[in-house]
C-alpha cells in the first residue's frame, strides 16, 4: 500500500475530486492500460508546435499545472508550461518558458527538451535536457509555473533523462540519470547521484543496466519523478531494443530501496506497455512509448501515467497501485 504520510505532502499526488481515470477496459487482462480518447495532447494544440510530447505534469493547486516539450515548426525543441483542472484538457502557452537566470554562459541553451517536474520542500524544480555543448541535465525551479528560475547545470555533458526524488534521501538531494554520448546514444544505464544544496552533484551509484535479448537490450533511463510506497520507491522508466526496423522504446517499473536508492529490490521482467496503437507507431519517431509524469490518487491508490507517443503527441495510461506492485514484484528479474 502507499505510504499515506509522504503522499499527501507530494505533489506527484492528487486531492482534487477530478482525477484523471478510466475503468480498466473489458476483457483486458494488462496491470496497465491506455486511455480510450489518447492522445489527449495533439501535436498541434498552439499554432507553431510541431509536435508536443515527453513531458512533464504534477498537481498544482485545484488541478494540474506542467512542462510540455514543444518542438516548433522549425524542428526547434522548446519548454512551455501548461495548466489544466482535470488533466485531461490542457492550456500550453504559445510561448516558450524565458528562465530567470545570472548565469549567461549556461542561459542562452540552444534547446530544452524532455522535462521533469517533481516538488520539493518549497517548490517546483524542473530538470530537462539541456544543451551545453552536448546535452546534459539542466535544472530550474518555480513557484506557480509562471516565472521560472534557471540554477547551474546538474553533470557535465553528455547526460539525458534527469529524475528527482521528490524529497531529500539522508538529507541530500537526489536524481537519477542517464550517462550518454552527443548522438542518438546506442547505449545507456541508470545511475543515481546526490547534491546537498542542488548544485554539486557526486557520489554517483551505479543503480541498473540494459537486459540482453529483451525489450530493454539496448539502453534504458528513467521516466516520472519516483513515487514513495511502503515497498520501495516506484520508479517507471523506458527500455529500449534495436529491432530490423530501428529503436522500439518500451516502458517497465522497478522498486529501489527507501534509504540507498541506488538498490534495485524488484524489476520488471517484462514491458508494461509497448508501442501498439497507430499513435504510438506513427508518427515523427516511430515505436516509443517514453513516460515522463506520474501523478497518484492517494485516496483509491490509483495511478496515472502521461507518456510521449512517437515523439509526437501525449497519451496517457492508468494502473491500480496495489496490482502494479504485487505486478513488478511476482514479474520480477534483477
Known sequence: MLKDAVLVNSASTSTVEDFPWECRPEKCDDVM??????????????????????????????????????????????????????????????EPIRFVCSEKAISDFYYGYDPRVCWIDDRYYITWCNWYHGPTIGVGYTYDFKEFYQLENAFLPFNRNGVLFPRKINGKYVMLSRPSDNGHTPFGDIYCSESPDMCYW?????????????????????????????????????????????????????????????????????????????????????????????????????????????????????????????????????
Open 202 to 334: 557526486g557520489k554517483h551509484r551505479f543503480v541498473m543496466g540494459t537486459k540482453p535479448w529483451s525489450w530493454q537490450h539496448t539502453k534504458i533511463g528513467p521516466g516520472p519523478t519516483p513515487i514513495e510506497t511502503s515497498e520501495g520507491w516506484l520508479v517507471f522508466y523506458h527500455g529500449v531494443l534495436t529491432s530490423c526496423n530501428g529503436f522500439v522504446y518500451s516502458m517497465g517499473a522497478a522498486l529501489l530501496d527507501i534509504d540507498e536508492p541506488w538498490k534495485v529490490l524488484y524489476r520488471t521482467k517484462s514491458y508494461l506497455l509497448s508501442p501498439q496503437t497507430d499513435y504510438e507507431c506513427v508518427g515523427d519517431v516511430p515505436n516509443v512509448v517514453f513516460p515522463c509524469a506520474a501523478v497518484a490518487d492517494k485516496h483509491k491508490k490509483r495511478i496515472a501515467i502521461y507518456y510521449g507517443c512517437a515523439d509526437t503527441v501525449t497519451g496517457l495510461a492508468f494502473a491500480e497501485i496495489d496490482e502494479l506492485l504485487a505486478h513488478i514484484k511476482k514479474d520480477s528479474e534483477l
Open 33 to 94: 492500460w491506455r486511455y480510450s480518447r489518447n492522445p489527449i495532447i495533439p501535436r498541434n494544440l498552439i499554432p507553431s508546435s510541431n509536435s508536443i510530447f515527453n513531458s512533464a505534469v504534477v498537481h498544482y493547486e485545484n488541478g494540474y499545472a506542467g512542462v510540455f516539450r514543444c518542438d516548433n515548426k522549425a524542428r526547434q525543441m522548446r519548454l512551455h508550461s501548461g495548466k489544466s483542472i482535470n488533466g485531461y484538457d490542457w492550456q500550453i502557452n504559445s
